[in-house]
């Protein structure tokens, strides 16, 4: 999966205007109960991003199902 990221920002210089998150994954069928029925959970085998207006990207859980709400943490640099 690939994530584009533009960035709108008018004085941003050309080559800083997008950054992009790979993510390389496999899916696993889960069964919850029978009133829930089952639900996909994907585990992150890999993750790359670029660093053009990116410093940093932190991957928090490599699990990803209905219960996770935060995977990836994105870090700039501050502003001047």
């Given amino acids: 999966v690939k994530y584009i990221l533009r960035y709108e920002k008018k004085d941003i210089a050309k080559e800083y205007k997008w950054d992009t998150l790979i993510y390389t994954y496999k899916r696993e069928l889960k069964f919850d109960t029978p009133e829930c029925g089952a639900f996909y959970e994907f585990t992150i085998e890999k993750f790359e991003y670029t660093t053009h ?3 940093y990207a932190e991957l928090i859980s ?3 199902n209905n219960l996770t709400s ?4 994105l870090y700039y640099a501050p502003e001047n």
């Fill in 70 to 73: 935060e995977t990836v943490k």
């Fill in 62 to 64: 490599e699990v990803v």
């Fill in 53 to 55: 207006s990116i410093v």
